[in-house]
């Protein structure tokens, strides 16, 4: 595989909120192994044949012409692990030879992935999103039946990685109480860093969240400091 085979499915050329202090290009990759019903990628994710395809030439001429703007790329979906045999790995290499700055965003499936860019030192940062406590009640939240060692593993490699990181939960009513939080924080004790991302209940991939309102801003703090019993940098993200 070439990197020019990659799928891509959207592409942001500047960006100044995907990565804190950093000026990135998104690039949006197709198709997820999840199905978290508060999912606001549906069609990157059900109907990914739907959207354009964005050219990788088009993307690398973009961030060539670019290189004194933007700092990094940030690679999200869907799932970028599923493109792991798909052009995805020698498509950041490619990334790592115009020296810009690497964000991967991941569900935490695939660990392999990870070990593999982290000892190619093709990574500088990793959002893993931790959708629940991790035992029987992830499945939930992920709409699928979830291997839990692997999202395991990957939790361990990112916090062992060396290279800097954050794990980040949706905090969805009748989903996720102060009880699943708390296991949850548990499990990623010490981390360096835990977003609370606030869940907005429009365009959800399950449309009978729509009329799910999102916990008030105080009940989020009321989590957060809970959370900070485990991990000391716990930050809210979202009104
Ligand atoms: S992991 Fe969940 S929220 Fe993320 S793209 Fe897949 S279905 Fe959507």
């Known amino acids: 595989m070439a990197a020019s085979d990659l799928l891509i499915k959207g592409f942001l050329e500047t960006s100044f909120l ?16 999840f199905r978290c019903p508060f999912c606001h990628n549906a069609a990157l994710v059900l109907h990914p044949d739907t959207l354009a395809g ?34 995805l790995v020698e498509f950041i290499a490619e990334l790592k030879k115009m020296n810009l700055l690497v964000k991967l965003d991941t569900n935490g499936t695939d660990p392999d992935l990870l070990e593999r ?6 990574l500088d940062f990793v959002a ?21 060692a ?3 593993r990957s939790i361990g490699l990112i ?5 800097d990181y954050e794990f980040r ?31 907005d209940h429009r365009d959800t991939l399950d449309p009978s969240l ?17 959370s900070g019993r485990y991990v000391k940098n716990v930050v809210i993200r979202g009104k």
């Open 18 to 33: 995907d990565w804190d202090g950093k000026i990135v290009s998104v690039v949006f990759l197709p198709n997820c192994n």
């Open 210 to 226: 729509s009329n799910c309102e999102p916990y008030s801003a105080e009940k989020l703090k009321e989590m957060a400091e809970i």
């Open 128 to 148: 893993m999103d931790v959708k629940g406590p991790l035992d029987g009640r992830y499945d939930k939240l992920s709409g699928v039946k979830s291997d839990l």
């Open 54 to 87: 964005v050219p990788v030439g088009r993307v690398i001429a973009f961030l060539k012409e670019h290189t004194d703007f933007i700092d990094g790329v940030c690679v999200t979906g869907g799932e970028p692990a599923l493109h792991a045999g798909r052009g």
């Open 169 to 199: 939960t949706t905090i969805v009513p009748n989903l996720l109480y102060d009880r699943d939080l708390e296991d949850l924080a548990k499990e990623i004790k010490g981390a360096k860093k835990f977003v609370l991302q606030q869940f």
């Open 117 to 122: 860019l982290y000892k190619d030192k093709m």
């Open 150 to 152: 692997k999202i395991k």
């Open 159 to 163: 916090m062992d990685s060396g290279v």
